[in-house]
């Protein structure tokens, strides 16, 4: 019998990981005074429904969006600021909106409301648009590129790439957890909000990344939509980075110079704006 609360625990398998919150609180709150951001800009009538936009220094390429994680039902934007920088320094704006947490909202209205704020976000920058989300996050951008997505065809067809870093792509094993006392995820949500149960956009640019040091079930929920994603039309990369835990891994993101980063910004797909579809 699985232990599905174990292999969730990325925080009790990490040693020290409960002083990140706070340290990451910290270097994103010294990040904003550094560089020009546009904060708690309202997607929705919510007090959560708010993004930050970090701006580079010249006129965007286009527009990065960072989802963040906390199994839906933790943190806020504000934790974030800091890994904007390996994006922004390469000329792209930067959006990191909050949502509203479980078990205030289910987690398909929190879908619904990250489809709203990169709508709103992608209303004040013109240009392609990127995708990135963490753990739940990764979930989150990665409902964005199914075919029941919120999004309109005009901000689909500006999507040019999307990046899961350890991403939750199949929500069922949650039900099984003490987390579910929050999520209060029912079978039929589970399912359908489940990315590796649905349809991707055809032609969609997917990237997903685990660190190789991460909890065996992040490893499988990479590969679980690798491989099935594989043979429905979308064009996905799956890699596995080193011995990075669930945290390390996002550290890249703040160098413009990672390999992340670099996995982030890479796309084979063009930006036609004059189409309204993959």
Known sequence: MHDWDDAFNNMGHVEGSDALPGLWAGQAAAYRETVRVDTDLAYGPSVRE?????????????????????????????YWSHLAEGARAQGWAVAIPSYTLTP?????????????????????????????GHSAGGHLVTRMTCDNTPLSGAILARIVHV??????HDLRPLRHTAMNDTLHLTTKEATAESPALLVPVPGSQISVCVGGG???????????????????????????????????????LKSPISQI??????????????KTLF
């Open 50 to 78: 708010k993004f930050d936009l970090i701006w580079p220094v010249d006129s965007p390429k286009g527009l990065v969006v960072f989802v963040h994680g906390g199994f839906w039902m933790r943190l806020d934007k504000s």
């Open 104 to 132: 205030e909202a289910r987690i398909s209205e929190i879908t619904k409301q990250i489809g709203t704020a990169i709508e709103a976000a992608a209303s004040l920058v013109e240009g392609p648009i990127r995708l990135m």
């Open 163 to 168: 990046l899961s870093i350890s991403g939750l």
């Open 214 to 252: 991460e909890r065996p079930e992040f490893i499988r929920q990479a590969r679980l939509l690798d491989i099935i994603w594989n043979g429905l039309d979308a064009k996905i990369e799956l890699t596995i980075e080193g011995d990075h835990n669930h945290f390390t891994l996002l550290e890249g």
């Open 261 to 274: 980063c670099a996995t982030l910004l890479k796309t084979k797909k063009q930006f036609c704006p004059e």
